[in-house]
Every structure is written in C-alpha cells, then in structure tokens.
T-cell receptor
Framework: GESVGLHLPTLSVQEGDNSIINCAYSNSASDYFIWYKQESGKGPQFIIDIRSNMDKRQGQRVTVLLNKTVKHLSLQIAATQPGDSAVYFCAELSYNTDKLIFGTGTRLQVFP | GEEVAQTPKHLVRGEGQKAKLYCAPIKGHSYVFWYQQVLKNEFKFLISFQNENVFDETGMPKERFSAKCLPNSPCSLEIQATKLEDSAVYFC?????????????FGPGTRLTVL
C-alpha cells in the first residue's frame, strides 16, 4: 500500500482567516525551534524561530508559541493568503548537535 | 553568495552507478548540513561540516555515502553504487552556527532518481 508519508495532515482555510498549525516535538532538551515553509519543488524556507527560554515570538503575520510542558509548538498565520499555501514543518535542534530534527509536515491549503 | 546553491537540480542514475551532488553555502557560513527528503515529507539528517571538518556524520550510510567540504570548492555528497531506495531529494543547508546564529538556510535541493 501507499506510505503514510504521502498522506500529510492538511489544514484548509479560507483566504483572510487565521491559520494555526501544530507540532509535537520529541526532545525535551531541545534548545531551539524553527518553522519552515516548503513550496512544491523548493527547499524549506525559514519563517520564524524561537529559543527554549521563550514561550512566544511574533513576526510579520506569524506567531510561534512554545509550550515546553507538553512539548508542543504552534505556528499562527494571520490573515492567511493564497501565497501561504505550502507544507509547513517544525524542526528542533540541540546546540550540542546542531542537526535539525524535523516533524511531520502539515499541508496548508488556502481557498479564495 | 546570499543563497545556498545546489547542483544539479535533477540527477538520474541507473542502479549501481555513482552520483555526485554539489553545494555552495552562503558566503560567511561556517556550517554545512546535508539532509535527505523522501516521500515529500520525511527529512533525514546525513552529515554536517564545520568548515572542512566533519562535525557530525551519524546519519550517513557509511558503506556507500561520502561527503567533503574542501577550501575554495563546493561541498559534495557522493553516493557510490546507488540503490533504488536512494531516490530522494537531497538538501544542503548552511548556518553561521555559533551563538545566536543557528538558523539553517536551505538550498533548492537535488532530486536524485535511481532507475
């Protein structure tokens, strides 16, 4: 049968609505977290990051929330636009290894 | 340059042939990372370099995969005797890597198809 990897969780939103994409990370000792956006045929594009000593960080139209108690990360996109349609990945990193551990991506579909 | 550059964009090899992929990190970045993305979803870390020195190679299938970052040359990832399961997109990323500069910036990837 088909691999689970081909069936990404999908979030469908209407243009102008807010989007929330969630991620459960694996390592309670991770120091740093990043959200990446990947469009079809392209490499991951940095969106926003947050260090483990913070619980919230805001960028332009995006906010990342970190809940270390339950090892949960979320990405909020305000006023979602068609250009936001992509697969979004969270990634975690420990300073002593530097390698990114990626979560399962979420496909965001924005409808007009 | 201001972006990570990867060549070639696409590479097709018959099973058992060699494949070599190249990466030029962002100018001024000391760290280079290679990741393998399969099924358009899962990313697997392969190897990282600090300048020309291997920093972490725990993800590398050592029997067939090798990588180098030599001074004044693009970094390279080489696969000897490719197998069908090596078909994937290979991404290179670079970072300044120290202090507050841990963000890894990714190149556009090389799609390897093994037939």
């Amino acid at each position: 049968g088909e691999s689970v990897g081909l069936h990404l969780p999908t979030l469908s939103v209407q243009e102008g609505d807010n989007s929330i994409i969630n991620c459960a990370y694996s390592n309670s000792a991770s120091d740093y977290f990043i959200w990446y956006k990947q469009e079809s045929g392209k490499g991951p594009q940095f969106i926003i990051d947050i260090r483990s000593n913070m619980d919230k960080r805001q960028g332009q139209r995006v906010t990342v929330l970190l809940n270390k108690t339950v090892k949960h990360l979320s990405l909020q996109i305000a006023a979602t636009q068609p250009g936001d349609s992509a697969v979004y990945f969270c990634a975690e990193l420990s300073y002593n290894t530097d390698k990114l551990i990626f979560g399962t991506g979420t496909r965001l579909q924005v409808f007009p | 340059g201001e972006e990570v550059a990867q060549t070639p964009k696409h590479l097709v090899r018959g099973e058992g042939q060699k494949a070599k992929l190249y990466c030029a990190p962002i100018k001024g970045h000391s760290y280079v990372f290679w990741y393998q993305q399969v099924l358009k979803n899962e990313f697997k870390f392969l190897i990282s370099f600090q300048n020309e020195n291997v920093f972490d190679e725990t993800g590398m299938p050592k029997e067939r995969f090798s990588a180098k970052c030599l001074p004044n040359s693009p970094c390279s990832l080489e696969i000897q005797a490719t197998k069908l399961e090596d078909s994937a997109v290979y991404f290179c990323a670079s970072s300044q890597g120290t202090g507050d500069h841990y963000t890894q910036y990714f190149g556009p990837g090389t799609r390897l198809t093994v037939l």
